[in-house]
């Protein structure tokens, strides 16, 4: 799986979580173009490298975030100051 694949499969995911429409595990399964064990698979790996917790409402019959999680994937460009004032720092301690 490509990287790119896998941040669009890991937003797709947080989105459907998030909005409480992604359904039980056959639909979401299908939504993301996977096996049911794959997202089982997926679920599992989720939770345990990132400590959250994602549950399953039998009555509303979706999967769900327990609580608020914001996804933010990407690399983010620092301030000039902030990259100056590493710099500086570097060389202060050499």
């Given at each position: 799986m490509s990287i790119s694949t896998l941040i669009n499969s890991l937003e797709q995911i947080d989105q459907l979580l998030r909005m409480e429409s992604a359904?039980?595990?056959?639909?979401?399964?299908?939504?993301?173009?996977?096996?049911r064990s794959k997202w089982f698979r997926m679920k599992k790996e989720l939770e345990e490298c990132?400590?959250?917790?994602?549950?399953?409402?039998?009555?509303?019959?979706?999967?769900?975030?327990?609580?608020?999680?914001?996804?933010?994937?990407?690399?983010?460009?620092?301030?000039?100051?902030?990259?100056?004032?590493?710099?500086?720092?570097?060389r202060q301690k050499r």
């Amino acid at each position: 799986m490509s990287i790119s694949t896998l941040i669009n499969s890991l937003e797709q995911i947080d989105q459907l979580l998030r909005m409480e429409s992604a359904g039980n595990a056959t639909t979401l399964a299908s939504k993301l173009g996977i096996s049911r064990s794959k997202w089982f698979r997926m679920k599992k790996e989720l939770e345990e490298c990132f400590s959250i917790k994602i549950f399953y409402c039998n009555y509303r019959q979706t999967y769900y975030y327990a609580e608020p999680v914001v996804l933010k994937i990407g690399f983010f460009r620092q301030k000039t100051e902030d990259r100056r004032q590493k710099t500086e720092d570097r060389r202060q301690k050499r």
